[in-house]
């Protein structure tokens, strides 16, 4: 596990997209092509629009994967994960395909379609935010490190879902959804690389408890402690 300080938000997401841009391109010219997880939320915004600016990244030969999705939440919603990818990578890019999950679809069906996916293909890059409670964005608390499905349902608790609300992209606590599907934590520790950023001092106590504490389910982060290739690109 390394971790980096950067001085402001934009360094955070230099940094960690030029990481994730030498690990496609050396995944690229290994074995001819790079599968990468990403994540939404305000601490990927300058990963991402840093990433999509990376020289010599050979976008057609790039799969991409969610991280996870809200549950009955239509495509259209500003707070959609699909949206948020589709409009800041996938529409900027010429990304060779986006495995986008349907949060609109029957949830035991979708987790499955997903999980089939995903372990037809070796992971090497997987991008992270870590929210103020230790979670990767909505995989919820306590997780379940043993879970062998590469993709579950996850119930969200209110603690989670009024940081969510706090991001702006609902007006009520009861307009935010109570489920996602998510990828397990077993799934995102196969991935060659996970790159972790994060940008918010609401998030430094988590963190610091994710890198210097206990691997322990109450705080799913803490599990890269345990990868042999974890990265951490922090604000100071």
Same mark, same amino acid.
């Given at each position: 596990?390394?971790?980096?300080?950067?001085?402001?938000?934009?360094?955070?997401?230099?940094?960690?997209?030029?990481?994730?841009?030498?690990?496609?391109?050396?995944?690229?010219?290994?074995?001819? #092509?790079?599968?990468?997880?990403?994540?939404?939320?305000?601490?990927?915004?300058?990963?991402?629009?840093?990433?999509?600016?990376?020289?010599?990244?050979?976008?057609?030969?790039?799969?991409?994967?969610?991280?996870?999705?809200?549950?009955?939440?239509?495509?259209?919603?500003?707070?959609?994960? #699909? #949206?948020?990818?589709?409009?800041?990578?996938?529409?900027?890019?010429?990304?060779?395909?986006?495995?986008?999950?349907?949060?609109?679809?029957?949830?035991?069906?979708?987790?499955?379609?997903?999980?089939?996916?995903?372990?037809?293909?070796?992971?090497?890059?997987?991008?992270?935010?870590?929210?103020?409670?230790?979670?990767?964005?909505?995989?919820?608390?306590?997780?379940?490190?043993?879970?062998?499905?590469?993709?579950?349902?996850?119930?969200?608790?209110?603690?989670?879902?009024?940081?969510?609300?706090?991001?702006?992209?609902?007006?009520?606590?009861?307009?935010?959804?109570?489920?996602?599907?998510?990828?397990?934590?077993?799934?995102?520790?196969?991935?060659?690389?996970?790159?972790?950023?994060?940008?918010? #001092?609401?998030?430094?106590?988590?963190?610091?408890?994710?890198?210097?504490?206990?691997?322990?389910?109450?705080?799913?982060?803490?599990?890269?402690?345990?990868?042999?290739?974890?990265?951490?690109?922090?604000?100071?």
């Amino acid at each position: 596990m390394s971790i980096t300080i950067c001085r402001d938000e934009k360094e955070v997401g230099r940094r960690a997209a030029a990481h994730a841009a030498e690990m496609i391109r050396t995944a690229v010219h290994d074995r001819g #092509r790079a599968n990468v997880v990403f994540s939404a939320g305000i601490a990927q915004f300058e990963v991402i629009a840093a990433l999509v600016e990376a020289n010599n990244v050979e976008w057609p030969k790039v799969a991409a994967f969610q991280l996870n999705e809200y549950l009955g939440l239509p495509a259209t919603h500003p707070a959609s994960f #699909r #949206r948020y990818l589709k409009e800041r990578l996938a529409d900027r890019v010429p990304i060779g395909e986006c495995r986008y999950i349907d949060g609109e679809a029957d949830a035991e069906s979708e987790c499955r379609r997903l999980s089939e996916l995903i372990s037809a293909v070796a992971v090497d890059v997987v991008l992270l935010g870590v929210g103020a409670n230790g979670y990767f964005d909505c995989n919820g608390r306590p997780t379940d490190f043993r879970a062998e499905r590469p993709y579950v349902v996850v119930e969200l608790d209110e603690a989670c879902r009024r940081l969510k609300l706090g991001e702006g992209w609902f007006s009520a606590l009861e307009e935010v959804p109570r489920r996602t599907i998510s990828m397990s934590i077993g799934q995102i520790m196969k991935s060659r690389t996970v790159i972790c950023s994060a940008s918010d #001092r609401r998030r430094a106590a988590a963190l610091r408890a994710a890198v210097e504490g206990p691997v322990t389910p109450q705080l799913p982060a803490s599990a890269l402690q345990e990868h042999p290739q974890a990265a951490f690109y922090l604000h100071e």
